[in-house]
């Protein structure tokens, strides 16, 4: 849910399990004060995103 108005690119970053980045993807968020969605952000098919990595959001 945003606290305030949003709109801005925001990178998700890839890591697997020795911490090493493996990918990243970049979407554009947008959205109203109150209100609240899911976004996607699509990794290159090859980035094995696995149970045990882990995506960070700047």
Do not use: H, R, V
């Given at each position: 849910?945003?606290?305030?108005?949003?709109n801005k690119e925001v990178i998700a970053k890839a890591?697997?399990?020795s911490e090493l980045e493996i990918g990243r993807a970049k979407t554009?968020?947008?959205?109203?004060?109150?209100d609240a969605g899911y976004y996607a952000f699509l990794f290159n098919k090859q980035t094995d995103i696995g149970f045990k990595n882990t995506i960070i959001i700047e």
């Open positions: 849910m945003f606290d305030t108005d949003f890591y697997n399990k554009t968020i947008q959205g109203q004060e109150g």
